[in-house]
């Protein structure tokens, strides 16, 4: 089981894969290249990111799997199921430090133990995706993820704003 690095660390690892993606993503590209791009960076930066990817925003209140990192994922998830689907209800970013304890918990993967997933929104609020990251290790997350994820989706969202959503 991989030991889960302190706030600091942390912190260092975002700043170091957030330079990156921003260098990857520089001048044009797709919203799937973008979702596919951030997934494998996010995932191979981190010991404890055990399923790392997005959940694309098909309409209709259900989210259609994306481009993802790890074990396979759920292939739909319904707005009103699971931690992700409350992520794309509420638009609200949703933190579970142990995932035993989140209502109505999908498990995608039984050896899940924490979870964190941050809704996509354009500045008009409207919602392409939320990206979820899966851990076996429980406690996984915490704040600094919440606040450096936020921000990372913040951007993209921002920056496919134009973006299909089917």
Known sequence: MPDVATSTEKADTYTDV???I???LEGPTDWISAMATVACELHHSFDHFDWTGFYR???GRQLLVGPYQGPHGCLHIDFDRGVC???ARTRETQLWPDVSEAPDH???QSSTQSEVVVPVLTPSDELLAVLDVDSDTLGAF???DRELLEALCRTLG???SDAELR
Do not use: H, Q
């Open 85 to 87: 689907g409350a992520a």
């Open 142 to 144: 915490d704040e600094t």
């Open 57 to 59: 925003n098909a309409g």
């Open 158 to 160: 921002e920056r496919f």
């Open 106 to 108: 999908i498990a995608c």
């Open 18 to 20: 957030r330079r990156r």
């Open 22 to 24: 921003d260098a990857l």
